[in-house]
């Protein structure tokens, strides 16, 4: 590691090169690679740090990355790609193990004129297969790694062995011979990627990323991501997702020492910090969460001037125990999606001055914002609720084979995120999914809001909370993980969060019936659906509630994470099992 901090400083792009790649109207994501080596003065040095060595076959595994490195292994994929018969216009669906593979695929099948659909390898085996049908993918790449560790590819495999292309056999060649074509010289609307959804909504979707369009986020960014030469990043994001390959095309843009981490759980990003000493760490709020479960110590993060969580806005409680581990730094929400191409809003928050709940922050520089309501699809008015639409030459350009969702998802030149949020005084507030919110009586609920009540209980690290159909009536849940010393009973915690949220719902004029919130304090998260993101599903947890509720701790059959339920609310209700959904999704 001294290694590290001794070299990779002089791996960044100087200012005349950054300037150089303002000024160049061709770049884009298909192109960049090409332009940074033409520019750079130290393409052997080093400046990519892996957590587990790669190699291809017939070369030895590495775990420190120059330019001259990344090139080797781009041109030895994009040459086992060009000997299987891939070319300009092809689509190929990739699910490799995470880390550095992502990436170096993207960058091999976009020299050779290609798009690749990366899929996650933690995508459910079921949802991957469908995924796969649905957007008429009949081959898949995927390697030792993702074969190995990944229930999606294993099911692939079992099912459909000669439609498996294990990239493991790939050669690595310093010198690779390519055709005199290459690489090949994009057009603004060349498509790069498709990337898929978090499946929050339904069988995740894929969205369109073009070589212009996708570039649009680091372009505004070129000389001005890096905040001096000693910055260092950390990436803990999901490497197959748009994101990561959007920060690690930025660390690359600009020569950034970069630490690429092939997991997202709290322990490993501490191992990290500590190891590597970033500036900057990027990760998802699920990370951060993991991260302050198991602990914060005061400054223990000193060399972090920058935290960004992409996607979700992040729990307040979360932020600021994570500040309290780097007094100086910033915690940065970077809110938005897939189809928005990069994050097109973002809210601040220091240790004197965490941002409000579920703020989101102000449009970025390049984005336009409104709130419209559902309805009439006009704009409302400040501190009312209603659709956040947005507009940026970021956004998608579609879902892929899906014209008639594509042309749905605008309404008035602006797209519809799908999200219920409002506009104060400039600045906007996330408050549920669309397909989140619960009706009642009395007016709508929106879960978000209700899982920042319950996170501001004492001995509560994490929370859920979903509406369910009951009996009586529309009913609430909430899944809440204790902190691992919580200081007090889980019958305790329970009762308080129970208390809490009843008191919010009567504040927002909820109505619901006497039984309709219920409370399950649970020993870790992982038995709730998530998406390949890490995002809990809501649309399968209702279907998982009743399961929830319905078997108090130890009797036959109840959920081991289940540690103490409070109400038995819709307990009667009929249990449906996560996986019909999936089952009516194939049929």
């Known amino acids: 590691m001294e290694y590290i901090h001794r070299r990779a400083p002089g791996t960044m792009l100087t200012a005349e090169a950054l300037a150089t790649l303002r000024a160049d109207d061709s770049l884009g994501s298909a192109n960049f690679f090409d332009r940074c080596l033409a520019l750079s003065t130290t393409r052997d040095l080093p400046f990519v740090y892996l957590d587990r060595p790669f190699g291809l076959a017939g070369g030895t595994p590495v775990s420190e990355l120059s330019l001259d490195t990344l090139q080797q292994f781009r041109m030895s994929l994009a040459a086992w790609y060009l000997e299987r018969g891939v070319g300009q216009g092809d689509v190929v669906a990739v699910c490799v193990g995470d880390g550095i593979a992502p990436f170096l695929h993207y960058i091999a099948l976009t020299s050779i004129g290609a798009a690749i659909s990366l899929i996650n ?121 748009s994101a990561a390959l959007s920060h690690l095309e930025t660390a690359v843009l600009h020569g950034i020492p970069t630490y690429v981490l092939g ?36 400054n223990e993060f000193a060399t972090v001037r920058r935290w960004f969580s992409m996607g979700d806005a992040a729990h307040q409680s979360h932020t600021r125990r994570l500040l309290a581990g780097a007094p100086a730094s910033r915690f940065i929400d970077a809110f938005g999606s897939s189809e928005l191409g990069m994050a097109l809003f973002r809210s601040e928050s220091t240790l004197s001055g965490i941002a409000p709940q579920r703020s989101i922050g102000r449009p970025v520089d390049i984005a336009v914002a409104k709130i419209l309501c559902a309805k009439t699809g006009e704009e409302m008015a400040p501190g009312e609720i209603g659709l956040l639409a947005v507009r940026s030459p970021t956004i998608t350009s579609g879902y892929w084979r899906k014209p008639g969702q594509t042309v749905g998802a605008w309404r008035g030149g602006y797209f519809l995120t799908g999200d219920v949020a409002f506009c104060k005084q400039g600045d906007f507030y996330q408050i549920d999914r669309e397909v989140d919110v619960v009706s009642t009586a009395g007016g709508p609920l929106y879960t978000l809001l209700l899982e920042e009540v319950a996170q501001q209980v004492a001995g509560v690290c994490d929370v859920s909370v979903v509406g369910m159909d009951a009996p009586g009536g529309p009913a609430i849940l ?47 998260l992982a038995f709730l659906p998530t998406g390949a993101t890490g995002k809990v599903l809501k649309r399968l947890l209702r279907d998982l509630g009743p399961a929830i509720l319905h078997h108090a701790p130890g009797q036959q059959g109840a959920l081991p994470s289940v540690l103490h339920v409070s109400r038995r609310a819709a307990a009667h209700a009929a249990v449906h099992a996560a996986a019909h959904e999936t089952a009516a999704m194939q049929a």
């Open 121 to 241: 390898s933690s995508m459910p085996a079921d949802i991957g297969i469908a995924y796969m049908q649905e957007n008429g993918f009949a081959d898949l790449v995927v390697d030792a790694r993702s074969l190995a560790t990944s229930a999606f590819v294993q099911r692939w495999a079992a099912s459909a062995a000669h439609a498996t292309i294990d990239a493991s056999a790939a050669r690595f060649q310093a010198a690779a011979q390519m055709p005199a074509w290459w690489p090949y010289q994009p057009e603004d609307s060349t498509l790069v990627m498709l990337s898929h959804t978090s499946g929050t909504t339904g069988l995740p979707k894929a969205v369109r990323f073009e070589h212009r369009q996708f570039f649009m986020g680091k372009r505004a960014r070129i000389g001005r991501f890096a905040e001096g030469l000693d910055e260092r990043l950390l990436t803990a994001l999901p490497q197959s997702h």
């Open 263 to 298: 997991t997202q759980d709290g322990e490993s990003v501490r191992a990290a910090i500590g190891m590597f000493m970033p500036t900057t760490v990027v990760a998802f709020p699920k990370s951060y969460m993991l991260l302050v479960e198991g602990g914060v110590a005061d």
């Open 478 to 524: 909430a899944v809440v993980l204790p902190e691992r010393e919580p200081g007090q009973s889980l019958e305790a915690i329970a009762d308080t969060v129970l208390q809490a949220l009843r008191r919010a719902i009567e504040a927002r004029s909820g109505h619901l019936d006497e039984d309709g919130v219920a409370v399950a304090v649970v020993r870790d």
